[in-house]
């Protein structure tokens, strides 16, 4: 008896074409501070997970210099780990 089993089909996600600039580069800054908290939030998701390169549109050396000030100001109470609902 030979069983035929449905192929799944995957659904087509639409594919990311669009490229995102640097804010960091449009705007100037050079250097990510740990003590600005609220430009590091805007790279942190609700639950305080660090957004990454691609979703935010960073280049290679600003999202470096994010992810070690949201790592430095994490360390120094000034930004949560986690963010419970």
Not at 7 to 23: A, E, H
């Amino acid at each position: 008896m030979a069983v035929f089993q449905k192929k799944r089909v995957k659904k087509n996600k639409k594919p990311y074409n669009k490229k995102l600039s640097c804010s960091l580069c449009k705007n100037g800054i050079s250097n990510v501070s740990y003590l600005d908290i609220y430009r590091l939030k805007r790279f942190t998701s609700r639950k305080g997970k660090i957004i990454s390169r691609f979703k935010s549109g960073n280049c290679a050396k600003h999202q470096k210099q994010i992810s070690v000030a949201i790592k430095r100001a994490r360390v120094l109470s000034l930004m949560p780990y986690l963010i419970k609902d």
